[in-house]
């Protein structure tokens, strides 16, 4: 099992910025991609960013420029920066862990919320 944490989301003002965080534990040696992923209200969740094990990132159009993925190995902590945010960033945003084995994303955080207004 592999237990995810978020926190860090708050209301900012529009090109405001934010850090969330994803505090991992568990077993961490299976899992292969470490992603955060949004969900608005009235819409489907939809994935912001990812890193895998090999560090390769990537992005979602509508973040790229603004938003960066990175991981704190000491602290197993993957943290998602994201600046010049807009309104249309106003989300519940989830931390998710891929497993080698499934190739799915099997563990999910509670979700921390980002509220951005214009």
């Known amino acids: 099992q592999v237990q995810l944490v978020e926190s860090g989301g708050g209301l900012v003002k529009t090109g405001g910025s934010l850090t969330l965080a994803c505090v991992t534990s568990?077993?961490?040696?299976?899992?292969?991609?470490v992603g955060w992923f949004r969900q608005a209200p009235g819409k489907e969740r939809e994935q912001v960013a990812i890193?895998?094990?090999?560090?390769?990132?990537d992005y979602a159009d509508s973040v790229k420029g603004r938003f960066t993925i990175s991981r704190d190995a000491a602290k197993n902590t993957v943290y998602l920066q994201m600046n010049s945010l807009k309104p249309e960033d106003t989300a519940v945003y989830y931390c998710a862990a891929m497993d080698y084995s499934t190739g799915r994303y099997d563990y999910w955080g509670q979700g921390t919320k980002v509220t951005v207004s214009s």
């Open positions: 568990g077993r961490l040696f299976n899992v292969y991609v």
């Open positions: 890193r895998r094990r090999d560090e390769s990132t």
